[in-house]
């Protein structure tokens, strides 16, 4: 989880296709290069350990946003699924809250 907020902060397109299951993930992700992610909590977390095949993390990330001079902030709140594929978890989906 932690590897995919810093990836989305640095605009890291490639990992997050990467480190996205095949079955949901999209050809490509267009991050916005106006989005600014300032933090991440993460609220809880369940499996996901050594003897797992799955886990859930449920998290926020705030962000801010600068665009024609406004300026805007906000947070992401999701419960995202992932699963172990090959030794290395992959993002499933996620439910917005």
């Not at 992700?29 to 499996?47: H, I, K, M, N, Y």
Request: glycine content about 12%; aromatic content about 10%; hydrophobic content about 35%.
């Amino acid at each position: 989880m932690r590897s995919r907020y810093t990836a989305f902060a640095v605009g890291d397109e490639a990992y997050l296709v990467r480190s996205w299951h095949p079955r949901t993930r999209p050809e490509r992700v267009d991050l916005d290069a106006a989005t600014r992610w300032t933090g991440l909590t993460v609220l809880r977390s369940e499996r996901g350990g050594t003897d797992d095949e799955d886990g859930v993390v449920e998290f926020v990330a705030r962000w801010s946003e600068s665009s024609a001079g406004a300026g805007r902030r906000g947070e992401l709140h999701e419960v995202s699924r992932f699963a172990r594929r090959a030794g290395r978890w992959l993002y499933v989906d996620g439910e917005h809250g």
